[in-house]
């Protein structure tokens, strides 16, 4: 006696390179729309599928270690101001911390509110982002998180502008110490 097919059974298939997804299978009844709500929240916005997805890229060297766009300078400053829709985001006060000493000579670091800068040069619009101390709370890797808690708040941001302002391009500024000066290194992504 067999038991396949099974009278109910679902095959869930995700895409990481085109963050799609697609289920096939035996559908028990109010099962397919409850997957798909499910689906549609988690490859909207989970970091862990943005992490397989560059963990996946990096073992089948699909990336460049190096970012490929140029510093900015007295040459190529001018694309900053051009028609096409481009955001600075600086994430370098995401993640901000008080030290004290206590009673037995330790330092102790307690986390304080920080914030997150969007400019928008073409429009001189500041976009300015709080974040509550309470996002740290019971969290490890703090300094990866302020970068995920970022890219969440700047992709909320973007979902929720219309489509003729949201951004083509966005620069996000790490402030880097170099030898006399401080430069800033310039990562962009293409929309």
């Known amino acids: 006696m067999s038991i396949y097919p099974s009278p109910t059974g679902v095959l869930v298939a995700i895409d990481l390179a085109y963050n799609l997804y697609s289920g096939y299978g035996n559908w028990f009844p109010g099962a397919k729309p409850l997957l798909q709500q499910g ?98 709370a019971g969290q490890k890797r703090l300094s990866q998180l302020a970068k995920w808690k970022t890219a969440e708040e700047v992709a909320a941001l973007i979902r929720s502008l219309p489509i003729e302002e949201q951004p083509k391009q966005i620069i996000v500024t790490r402030k880097v110490r170099s030898v006399n000066y401080f430069r800033y290194s310039i990562t962009a992504m293409q929309f």
């Open 39 to 136: 689906m549609a929240k988690i490859i909207k916005a989970n970091p862990a599928m943005y992490v397989l997805r560059e963990r996946i890229r990096k073992g089948l060297q699909l990336y460049s270690s190096e970012p490929t766009e140029p510093y900015l300078s007295s040459q190529n400053y001018g694309e900053l101001f051009s028609n096409q829709v481009i955001w600075f985001v600086d994430d370098t006060n995401v993640y901000r911390v008080t030290i004290h000493k206590t009673f037995e000579g330790n330092l102790v670091t307690k986390p304080i509110n920080g914030a997150i800068f969007i400019f928008n040069p073409r429009t001189g619009q500041l976009f300015l982002k709080i974040i509550h101390t309470s996002v740290w």
